[in-house]
């Protein structure tokens, strides 16, 4: 969030250092022209290059200069409301069915969890209805903990294993739920208007406030 009078953009890099890879739109074509071997060494840059930052630049600015209260404050709001939309969307609702929810929660859900960076409803409760099918399969499991702890959590992400290949037949009632459908097509389009464009627009009000009460 932009901090005060110094314009300084501090754009959820927290959030951005465990960005999880994503795959709708048109990132498999990215992938084929590149080549998988460059485009997961690429993968990989990205997340240690956003992780450190996060543990560096990020305290290093606080400490200089500080984050004002608003700041803070839009911290733990996001954070709160991106962890219900993975736990209370993505996870309980989405991928176990757990509960039927109004539209205009489901709707709230699959913005703040397409806003957590953990990929479309669809994709995420693909592999983990897969996940949950196969447990007892290494092989099969997308994030088997019989793998180890470092796979089970960041390694799976981390190559095109065969076991995280997408199998959309178990999805297909996700497919056609509107919000769901949705959220899976214009999902790079949500990334980006609520990780960028919100947090600049929540830092410009900011400036806004603190220039009108210094005005009074």
Not at 114 to 135: E, F, P, Y
Not at 181 to 200: E, G, S
Request: proline share 3%; glycine share 10%.
């Amino acid at each position: 969030v932009v901090h005060g009078h110094r314009g300084m953009a501090v754009v959820t890099v927290i959030a951005l250092g465990c960005v999880r890879v994503a795959e709708p739109g048109d990132l498999t074509v990215v992938r084929r022209l590149i080549g998988l071997d460059l485009f997961f060494v690429a993968v990989t840059a990205v997340l240690g290059l956003t992780f450190l930052v996060a543990i560096t630049v990020v305290p290093w600015y606080g400490i200089v200069h500080g984050y004002s209260a608003w700041a803070w404050a839009f911290f733990g709001i996001f954070l709160v409301l991106n962890g219900i939309g993975i736990g209370s969307g993505y996870h309980r609702l989405w991928s176990h069915r757990t509960y039927k929810a109004h539209p205009a929660l489901k709707w709230f859900l699959a913005i703040m969890g397409g806003m957590s960076l953990q990929n479309s409803i669809i994709i995420w409760c693909a592999r983990h209805r897969i996940h949950h099918r196969d447990v007892d399969d290494n092989d099969k499991d997308p994030y088997s903990i019989g793998r180890g702890f470092w796979f089970a959590h960041i390694g799976w992400m981390l190559r095109d294993y065969e076991s995280g290949t997408v199998d959309y037949s178990v999805v297909r009632d996700l497919e056609r739920d509107p919000v769901a459908a949705w959220q899976h097509r214009w999902y790079w389009t949500l990334v980006w208007t609520t990780n960028l464009a919100v947090p600049l627009l929540l830092g410009w009000m900011n400036v806004l406030i603190e220039e009108g009460l210094y005005d009074a």
